[in-house]
Nanobody, 126 residues
Framework: QVQLVESGGGSVQAGGSLRLSCAASRYTYSSNYMGWFRQAPRKEREGVAAISPGGGLIYYADSVKGRFTISRDNEKNTVYLQMNSLKPEDTAMYYC???????????????????WGQGTQVTVSS
């Protein structure tokens, strides 16, 4: 059964850090790209970071480069998003995504991804 479960969200002050986790079923995780998206109120869902199956290719949105780090533990079927130097504009619901295919869309387009978690809220106060 396909399942993605996010955790680690919360409320922090600007400049703080959070670490998000996404536990995936083996079917979802094994040979797939994994990614993180976010969606703020009244805004479209946007890509934040993505990582290839072996971890050798990593991509970041310009807005988070140098502050966020995506990683994966293939033994635990888990992908992480370490978020440092958080800003109020990082406030959003964060979603884990799995199974990217260029045939469905671009890396930063939600349509490019097949499976989604339920999301975890991140709130950054100034």
């Amino acid at each position: 059964q396909v399942q993605l479960v996010e955790s680690g969200g919360g409320s922090v002050q600007a400049g703080g850090s959070l670490r998000l986790s996404c536990a995936a079923s083996r079917y979802t995780y094994s040979s797939n790209y994994m990614g993180w998206f976010r969606q703020a109120p009244r805004k479209e869902r946007e890509g934040v970071a993505a990582i290839s199956p072996g971890g050798g290719l990593i991509y970041y949105a310009d807005s988070v480069k140098g502050r966020f780090t995506i990683s994966r533990d293939n033994e635990k079927n888990t992908v992480y998003l370490q978020m440092n130097s958080l800003k109020p504009e990082d406030t959003a619901m964060y979603y884990c995504a799995a199974d990217f295919s260029r045939g469905r869309g671009s890396l930063w387009s939600p349509s490019g991804w097949r499976y989604w978690g339920q999301g975890t809220q991140v709130t950054v106060s100034s």
